[in-house]
């Protein structure tokens, strides 16, 4: 689908049902950055460099080589999205929030119409070039990302030195510049206070654990995006290697919490996953944060087969239907908070019906 579509339908392809560790693993993400050889770092471009920056990368992707490779990317000036636009993005996990702060002159989406595929141009670098695919796919997603910076590195010059690897902005992501995490869905580490204890162990590993939409962001419906914070002195493929295998151990466990949970307060769980899901399918009047927590206690449902409907893919899609800026969208004018609670709850009765045919 095209942007227009992309602003629109709250489905991406990363909500799609059957990734690796589908119970835990909402979806992974690799991110590349890298910057121009020529040009003075984002913060530091006048407005005709950052023109130009786009311009070299709208040449890039639109190489016959580019397109045979990576598919069609279309490039949409930032500029040209109303502030609900822009937010959507981020809502849709396609563009970071700091994308959004400051001018928007100067800067760029570009997307593929699948979603798989997104660059954000003159971010805090030239380049964040971003996959992102349901489950636990870090291998897949840094397959798709190297093909995609070796076909823009065919025209473009990056800022690279022998010693240190690429050059960026911030010099926590110099050497490989790659960023690789997973969105965990982990109400039993929650429930048992268990990831206060993991959390600092992680750290030590050299990977951090941040909110639903990354850095400075809190953890919505038990939502946690889990990424690597060294990016020099490792390869690529060592840091895929390493997250991979560490979100392996949260995933086991999860389970094994959520399992002694059912176990010792089967009762209490089920009512907590059938109460929400029954004020889902007929409340009236919803906040942000109550669908975030229904939703979040109606998967674990799912995950532990407390319930057989609905889909995974019908959650994520939901969680990105009921956020503010979409339901902006969606209505096609300004709402107030309250509007926006009864539209929410509309919604998700309505999408919960026609998913299950229960009324």
């Known amino acids: 689908m095209g942007l227009k579509e992309t ?19 909402v979806s992974s993400r690799v991110r590349l950055a890298r910057d121009l050889a020529d040009y003075p770092f984002p913060h530091r471009l006048t407005r005709e ?181 060294i990016t020099l002195g490792r390869s690529e493929e060592e840091i895929v290697s390493n997250l991979t295998a560490l979100v392996q151990r949260l995933v086991s466990q999860e389970r094994e919490t959520r399992k002694r949970l059912y176990r010792e307060q089967r009762e209490a769980l089920e009512d907590r996953v059938y109460r929400s899901y029954g004020i889902l399918r007929n409340a009236r009047v919803m906040t942000s944060e109550e669908a975030m927590q229904h939703l979040s206690d109606v998967r674990l449902g799912l995950a532990i087969k407390i319930i057989k409907d609905p889909a995974f893919s019908l959650i994520s899609e939901l969680m990105v239907l009921t956020q503010p800026a979409f339901l902006v969208k969606t209505a096609g004018k300004e709402l107030k908070p309250f509007e926006r609670d009864v539209l929410r709850a509309r919604l998700i009765r309505e999408r919960l019906t026609a998913a299950t045919g229960k009324g």
């Open 49 to 229: 460099q950052a023109e130009e920056v786009i311009h070299a990368v709208r040449l890039a992707v639109e190489r016959p080589e580019t397109v045979a490779k990576v598919g069609q990317l279309e490039v949409t000036r930032l500029s040209e999205l109303t502030p609900v636009e822009r937010r959507v993005l981020v809502e849709k996990h396609l563009v970071s929030p700091d994308f959004l702060k400051g001018d928007a002159t100067g800067k760029a989406i570009v997307l593929r119409p699948d979603e798989v595929v997104s660059i954000m141009v003159n971010e805090e670098d030239h380049l964040r070039i971003q996959c992102l695919l349901p489950g636990l796919t870090l291998e897949e997603c840094w397959g798709l990302a190297s093909t995609v910076d070796d076909a823009l590195e065919a025209t473009l010059e990056y800022s690279f030195s022998e010693d240190f690897g690429y050059l960026t902005t911030c010099q926590t992501n110099v050497g490989t510049g790659l960023r690789a995490s997973v969105m965990l869905h982990l109400p039993g580490l929650v429930a048992t206070r268990m990831l206060d204890e993991i959390i600092p162990g992680l750290s030590k590993l050299g990977v951090t654990v941040r909110g639903l939409y990354g850095e400075g962001t809190r953890a919505a419906g038990h939502l946690f995006q889990v990424s690597n914070q």
């Open 7 to 25: 602003l629109t339908n709250p489905y991406s392809h990363w909500m799609e049902d059957g990734g690796a560790e589908a119970d835990v693993v």
